[in-house]
């Protein structure tokens, strides 16, 4: 009796184990800042900023990461061009299968809504759209396990797996934006050690992927991310190619990061 205890205790710890919540690098008040300069010739300025943030909620019964990234050009910019992001994303904790998403766009003349609902079940996004001055629409856009929104494929960036971090290594992720889904290949670099503007060296692991043609993008060009080198992962520096000009962009500030920065390459506590 007591091995046939032993036995079934062993069965269920198992059974718990293959079924654990995976250890992600992010957790509930996570909060970091990044400067934002746009470059087009002689341009080269400071004009905004951007923050993200995650929040632990419920959700449809649901324990959810509330994460969202929320960007905005300067107040003197804003006369040339003023950009206002507002994109939200509501994942379970347990697996980051997104449940619901929301994008607010402003981008000089442009406007952009998404409204989302993730019905799995039936395999489709509830979507209430509006952009390129389409008026708005109410469509359901086919998604597939393992497909999301633009805040999640960040986060799941940030979530691969060290053999995904290998320089040549290629990784596939198809996320929803207006009323389409896509496909786009991360591809890592390697580790780098780069100079964060007023931040100091840091290390880093530099990706690239496509970017989607819109009104910014000419759709033809890498965007590329550098991710701390340590259990963080969080964005460190940005390369977003545009039309006219590219935007750089830089970690400026952090706090309530799920494990000590431990990717100064001077080896530094901070």
Same mark, same amino acid.
């Given at each position: 009796?007591?091995?046939?205890?032993?036995?079934? @205790?062993?069965?269920?710890?198992?059974?718990?184990?293959?079924?654990?919540?995976?250890?992600?690098?992010?957790?509930?008040?996570?909060?970091?800042?990044?400067?934002?300069?746009?470059?087009?010739? *002689?341009?080269?300025?400071?004009?905004?900023? *951007?923050?993200?943030?995650? *929040?632990?909620?419920?959700?449809?019964?649901?324990?959810?990461?509330?994460?969202? @990234?929320?960007?905005?050009?300067?107040?003197?910019?804003?006369?040339?061009?003023?950009?206002?992001?507002?994109?939200?994303?509501?994942?379970?904790?347990?697996?980051?299968?997104?449940?619901?998403?929301?994008?607010?766009?402003?981008?000089?003349?442009?406007?952009?809504?998404?409204?989302?609902?993730?019905?799995?079940? *039936?395999?489709?996004?509830?979507?209430?759209?509006?952009?390129?001055?389409?008026?708005?629409?109410?469509?359901?856009?086919?998604?597939?396990?393992?497909?999301?929104?633009?805040?999640?494929?960040?986060?799941?960036?940030?979530?691969?797996?060290?053999?995904?971090?290998?320089?040549?290594?290629?990784?596939?992720?198809?996320?929803?934006?207006?009323?389409?889904?896509?496909?786009?290949?991360?591809? @890592?670099?390697?580790?780098?050690?780069?100079?964060?503007?007023?931040?100091?060296?840091?290390?880093?692991?530099?990706?690239? @992927?496509?970017?989607?043609?819109?009104?910014?993008?000419?759709?033809?060009?890498?965007?590329?991310?550098?991710?701390?080198?340590?259990?963080?992962?969080?964005?460190?520096?940005?390369?977003?190619?545009?039309?006219?000009?590219?935007?750089?962009?830089?970690?400026?500030?952090?706090?309530?990061?799920?494990?000590?920065?431990?990717?100064?390459?001077?080896?530094?506590?901070?």
């Amino acid at each position: 009796m007591k091995k046939l205890i032993l036995l079934v @205790c062993a069965g269920l710890l198992s059974w718990v184990n293959a079924f654990a919540q995976k250890d992600w690098p992010f957790k509930d008040g996570e909060q970091f800042t990044f400067s934002i300069m746009y470059k087009w010739g *002689a341009v080269n300025t400071e004009v905004g900023l *951007a923050e993200f943030t995650v *929040a632990e909620e419920r959700l449809k019964g649901e324990d959810v990461y509330h994460m969202a @990234c929320k960007a905005k050009t300067a107040p003197f910019f804003d006369i040339f061009y003023k950009i206002r992001e507002d994109l939200e994303s509501w994942d379970r904790v347990e697996d980051l299968r997104p449940l619901q998403f929301t994008r607010n766009t402003l981008e000089g003349s442009y406007t952009a809504t998404n409204t989302y609902d993730f019905d799995w079940n *039936a395999g489709v996004i509830k979507a209430d759209i509006n952009f390129e001055g389409r008026g708005q629409q109410y469509m359901e856009i086919p998604v597939k396990p393992g497909e999301g929104d633009i805040v999640w494929l960040i986060y799941q960036m940030r979530a691969m797996d060290e053999k995904s971090f290998a320089k040549g290594a290629k990784t596939k992720f198809h996320f929803a934006i207006d009323d389409d889904v896509f496909d786009v290949t991360v591809t @890592c670099r390697g580790e780098e050690t780069i100079k964060v503007r007023k931040m100091g060296k840091m290390k880093a692991w530099h990706i690239s @992927c496509s970017v989607v043609q819109g009104a910014l993008f000419e759709g033809d060009e890498q965007l590329h991310l550098w991710f701390s080198a340590d259990e963080n992962r969080i964005p460190v520096a940005a390369h977003i190619p545009l039309k006219v000009g590219n935007v750089q962009a830089w970690v400026s500030g952090w706090h309530g990061l799920k494990y000590d920065f431990n990717a100064w390459a001077d080896g530094r506590k901070r």
